[in-house]
């Protein structure tokens, strides 16, 4: 059953809400009977909208309808990815040659010298979900923080599923995603054959519930592999910036110093 996105609009605006980010479908393809779309209402109540998108094509479309930034996921990111299979390093710095209005890296940040990267990439800066999961105040059980920040997990933790079935999506390598690859290999396309191991209830309850990391897929990004506290989100964030400070100074230093770089290019 499709929601009353309409009314889901309209509490957002009631609510005095200032940014919202949409995802999936462009908000401007969002229509409602009276003829306005998702956008419209929005920007309509002077709302500054958001829009994820995992290509720069569609991030394109998104501006040219409107929308006031650009969250750019990719390959790394902790979520439904999208099948183009282009990563950070390569997507940011088109979207920089082809946008206009600011974007941010979606994904795959935890640690300062990728913001210094993303900023250096034009990026206006990061968006983290895997990041804050693991942090102190995020309201989902420990153990599964615990998982994050375990020695165990590293880079290659995470397993992209369901492309079988067009909906690509990024998530914790475990003994049951094992299962999902095998019956998508097995049976590509038949979501009938993988509806118990991806349900909603069950990724819920290992979030919520049971708190067991291996009884569910659930979505994680690859910079999990870099996370090993489970810091506050003030910590989280102050440590973040302070690494991507230093990592500018320092790193523009060797740029200008470098001796005879020019002479020899
Ligand atoms: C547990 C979890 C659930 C998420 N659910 C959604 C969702 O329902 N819709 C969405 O657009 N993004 C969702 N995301 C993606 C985040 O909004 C964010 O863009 C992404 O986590 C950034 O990538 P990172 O996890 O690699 O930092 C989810 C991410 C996580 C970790």
């Known amino acids: ?142 153990s599964m923080k615990d998982r994050i920040a375990a020695p165990e997990t590293d880079e290659r933790s995470t397993i992209l599923l369901l492309r079988s079935v067009k909906n690509t999506g990024r998530f914790y390598k475990n003994e049951l995603t094992k299962e999902v690859v095998k019956i998508e290999s097995e049976a590509p396309g038949d979501f009938g054959k993988l509806a118990t191991l991806m349900t909603g209830k069950r990724n819920y309850s290992s979030f919520h519930e049971s708190g067991d990391p291996d009884d569910s897929a659930w979505t994680c990004g690859m910079a999990a592999g870099m996370i090993s506290t489970i810091p506050t989100c003030r910590e989280f964030m102050e440590t973040m910036v302070a690494e991507a400070v230093q990592v500018i100074q320092q790193q523009s230093q060797h740029l200008v110093k470098a001796p005879g770089l020019s002479s020899r290019l």
């Not at 957002?12 to 969002?30: E, L, S, Y």
């Not at 009276?34 to 998108?53: E, F, N, P």
């Not at 010298?113 to 034009?122: E, P, T």
């Open 1 to 142: 059953m499709t929601p009353d996105y309409q009314s889901i609009v309209q509490a957002v605006i009631d609510m005095d809400v200032r940014i919202v980010q949409t995802a999936g479908n462009g908000p401007h393809k969002i229509t409602f009977p009276d003829g306005r779309s998702m956008l419209s209402m929005l920007k309509a109540a002077g709302i500054i909208v958001i829009h994820k998108c995992m290509a720069v094509r569609h991030a394109i479309s998104a501006e040219k309808a409107g929308v006031d930034c650009i969250s750019l996921g990719a390959y790394e990111y902790g979520g439904h990815t999208g099948d183009d299979e282009v990563t950070h390093w390569v997507s940011q710095p088109t979207a920089a040659r082809k946008l206009k209005v600011p974007f941010l890296v979606a994904g795959a940040t935890s640690v300062g010298s990728q913001l210094a990267a993303a900023l250096a990439m034009g990026a206006s800066g990061v968006e983290i979900g895997t990041g804050f999961m693991c942090t102190q105040e995020c309201p989902i059980k420990q």
